[in-house]
């Protein structure tokens, strides 16, 4: 029994020797062996069979591995790991033909006899250690030539990564490793294409550190790593070429990213930032970007022209940027709004309301029917309208939409904390759009008023649809006095149109009065009307003010038989000036202000838009200086021609507008000081006693414009003045606090 047993020892061995060398099983078949197996395990022999086996398969694979190269040459390392390979498909065979001693082995160690046999193989390379160092360090250097462009084995790299995970070992000995030298590739070479591209943008270096993460995605993809592996391999690569440098990447070209709308490289910048977990650092250079590039727009200039259009520009890229770069992140768009509301209402608050206003009086003001800026002329019939009405068409600069020029300035008012600057100033353009008639239509104009109050409330935009209000009881008070016997009995003996805008004081900004000698026929029909207005509402009075007034005057030019005739859309004033040239052909400056009555400063800009304009000359002037002197002489030009039948004669704005809009910042003041009045009363009436900080932060969290604390704390000074408010000082906190007086 004993000489059979050791004879099929004998067998046994020879077995596991053929499976190791790929030869023919000696003695038999692969079945005759599993008998065998399945006899011993019968007769309670398992334990030491396994034993045995595991001594026998150890015994082979150090031969099998001895007899290998461990050279790091590229043949040496493929053959190796070719070896290694193979003893792996050998233990699958052995455990298939011991599969009999599955039971007994999960009761000892709870696994499966493959398990078992790959943990020994996995013991044997680490006791022997110069193989598995050999295949570990081939393929790390498979990997470091691939990224220095070299051609390599991919075929041989994959097959020692698979070693590597059917042992195990992958997570253990090749990841960490395969991890620290990708880290210190990544910070070399980023180092080094920095140096080389010294000049390089943002962009082109956003491109490098694609190109290193595709390639490095690529090998791992094509050589069989674990997708975790390759995630953590990116991580590497953006921690080293991004966050580390992070603060100097964005130091440089960033802003220029933002404001040149290049979405691709801000959307990558993005994903860097996110994947690292630097969102805030980026969202902090993104608002930093519009701040820097909003204050730069407002110290660049003070024209309108060119301030207004560039903010839009700047809305338009950072909010492109935001939804096309960013995914439409809501702390982005925190960031752009409190960017653009810092640097918009940084300095001055009431600069961009000011200016805001001016771009909008631009968009929705037009010429009537003909050349804006152009002139007027006399041997004229005159008819006067002071009424509002749609003009044929709008004259909008390069044809832009009218809706979209609003729905632009809009955004800009969004962000401007001085909307009570903005709202006195676009009062003020709106009076003159409205009762000159340059306005593109009122459609346009409600259609503003109505998006300003779903902006800020019906409350704020109360004037503005108060002077609609009125210009729509003047239609129907024009529509009864035409009506009267002694209206209809004056027009059809002067053959002239009259509609008069009666306009309530408080709802429209106040305009200043002038005695002038008014021409006969309207001044005829200014007392008519008068009369009829104050027998219609006992007790008011009427104020008129010819510096808002509009007409159309009809000129003949040429001989009889060869005349043409023009009208002109023109100022009262430019009306009665070129009125004068009916009686004479030549006239000196004197004479016509003495005839006319017209203020000085405001006459001689009269004169100007008259004589001035290079393309519809009304009157020539004896001298070719710029202001109109005292000592001009104007004369009728007869030869005047032009191609249009009706002419829009522009006015020149006086110099005095500096001052004009000084008193819309001072009412604006006052109306301020008004409202932080209130507010002070209002809180301290409601809780009876503050302290000095408390009463601050409560006003400015009540005020609807950017209150500064100089401000408030006058207006409490004043109250106390006025004994609403009594200061008292606790002397043992040293605390300043107010109390209400009721």
Same mark, same amino acid.
């Given at each position: 029994m ?40 019968s ?32 043949d ?12 792996? =498909? ?5 455990? !298939? ?35 598995? %160092?050999?295949i ?12 220095? =462009? ?49 000049l ?14 595709? $390639? ?11 997708p ?9 690569g ?21 404001? %040149? ?25 993104y ?41 439409? %992140? ?8 409190? $960017? ?20 909008? %009086?631009?968009?929705?003001?037009? =010429? !009537? ?30 044809g832009e ?6 729905? !632009? ?5 969004r962000?401007?904390? $001085? ?8 009062r ?21 008023a109505?998006?300003?109050? =779903?902006?800020?409330?019906?409350a ?97 030019y ?18 009665m ?5 009916n ?7 004197g ?92 809180i301290?009436?409601?809780? !009876? ?15 609807r414009?950017?209150?500064e ?9 004043s ?20 109390v209400?007086?009721?």
């Amino acid at each position: 029994m004993r000489i059979r047993n050791r004879s099929l020892k004998v067998t046994r061995v020879q077995a596991v020797s053929a499976l190791c060398q790929r030869r023919p099983l000696p003695g038999g078949s692969k079945q005759a062996l599993c008998r065998h197996v399945e006899a011993l395990c019968s007769l309670g022999l398992a334990e030491t069979l396994l034993q045995e086996l595991l001594q026998d398969v150890a015994l082979q694979l150090r031969q099998q591995l001895s007899e290998c190269s461990v050279d790091l040459d590229q043949d040496g390392l493929s053959n190796l790991v070719a070896v290694a390979l193979a003893m792996c =498909g050998v233990l699958t065979d052995v455990s !298939r033909i011991y599969s009999f001693l599955d039971s007994a082995v999960a009761r000892k160690a709870d696994a499966s006899l493959y398990e078992v046999l790959r943990g020994h193989f996995r013991r044997v390379l680490l006791e022997t250690h110069q193989p598995l %160092d050999s295949i570990l360090s081939g393929a790390l250097r498979l990997i470091h030539e691939h990224r220095q =462009g070299k051609v390599v084995d991919k075929q041989t790299l994959k097959s020692a990564i698979q070693l590597f995970k059917i042992l195990d070992l992958y997570t253990v000995q090749l990841e960490p490793q395969l991890l620290e030298e990708t880290a210190t590739f990544f910070c070399k070479e980023s180092s080094i294409w920095l140096e080389e591209h010294e000049l390089a943008k943002l962009p082109d270096f956003l491109a490098f550190v694609e190109r290193c993460l595709a $390639a490095e995605s690529s090998l791992g993809e094509e050589c069989g790593m674990l997708p975790s592996t390759m995630m953590q391999i990116r991580a590497a690569g953006q921690k080293e070429m991004i966050q580390t440098r992070s603060e100097e990447l964005l130091s440089v070209g960033f802003d220029d990213l933002v404001l %040149d709308v290049q979405v691709e490289a801000l959307a990558i910048l993005y994903q860097h930032f996110r994947d690292i977990g630097a969102l805030p650092v980026l969202r902090r250079a993104y608002g930093d970007a519009l701040r820097k590039a909003g204050l730069n727009v407002l110290e660049s200039s003070d024209d309108f022209k060119v301030v207004i259009p560039s903010i839009e520009r700047l809305i338009s890229a950072a909010q492109e940027v935001l939804s096309a770069a960013f995914l439409d %992140d809501c702390s982005f768009g925190i960031a752009l709004k409190e $960017a653009l509301e810092g640097s918009l209402n940084s300095r001055s608050a009431k600069k961009v309301a000011k200016l805001l206003a001016r771009h909008m %009086d631009c968009v929705l003001r037009s =010429g !009537r029917g003909g050349v804006r800026a152009g002139v007027a002329d006399p041997k004229c019939s005159q008819s006067f309208s002071q009424s509002f009405s749609p003009p044929e068409r709008a004259d909008l600069e390069l044809g832009e939409d009218a809706e979209a020029c609003v729905q !632009r300035a809009i955004q800009i008012f969004r962000y401007i904390a $001085a909307k009570d600057a903005f709202e006195a100033f676009y009062r003020k353009d709106l009076a003159r759009r409205l009762l000159l008639q340059r306005s593109i239509s009122r459609e346009a104009e409600l259609s503003v008023a109505l998006k300003l109050r =779903g902006e800020c409330g019906s409350a704020y935009t109360a004037g503005i649809e108060g002077m609609f209000q009125n210009l729509e009881i003047s239609r129907v008070l024009s529509e009864s006095f035409e009506a009267t016997a002694q209206a209809k009995q004056l027009l059809d003996e002067t053959g002239v149109e009259f509609v008069a805008s009666v306009l309530t004081a408080g709802r429209w900004p106040a305009q200043p009065s002038a005695d002038i000698s008014i021409p006969s026929i309207p001044f005829r029909l200014m007392t008519c009307f008068t009369n009829f207005y104050q027998r219609q509402h006992t007790g008011r009075s009427l104020s008129w003010c010819p510096a808002l007034g509009q007409c159309v005057l009809r000129a003949t030019y040429g001989a009889a038989g060869g005349q043409t005739r023009k009208e002109f859309v023109v100022s009262h004033f430019q009306a009665m000036v070129l009125l004068c040239f009916n009686s004479a052909d030549s006239l000196c400056f004197g004479d016509i202000a003495e005839a006319t009555k017209i203020p000085q400063a405001d006459l001689q800009l009269t004169l100007q838009s008259l004589t001035l304009h290079k393309a519809v000359k009304i009157l020539l002037r004896d001298s070719a200086e710029q202001d109109v002197q005292s000592t001009d002489r104007f004369t009728y030009n007869g030869g005047f021609t032009h191609k249009l039948h009706r002419i829009t004669v522009a006015t020149i704005s006086p110099k005095e507008q500096l001052q004009e809009e000084d008193a819309v910042e001072q009412r604006v003041v006052g109306s301020r000081q008004h409202e932080l009045d209130a507010v002070i009363i209002r809180i301290m009436k409601a809780k !009876r006693k503050l302290s000095h900080s408390e009463l601050l932060a409560d006003v400015l969290a009540s005020v609807r414009f950017p209150a500064e604390v100089v401000d408030i704390k006058r207006r409490i000074e004043s109250l106390i003045d006025r004994e609403y408010l009594e200061k008292h000082v606790l002397h043992d906190q040293g605390i300043a606090c107010y109390v209400y007086l009721a």
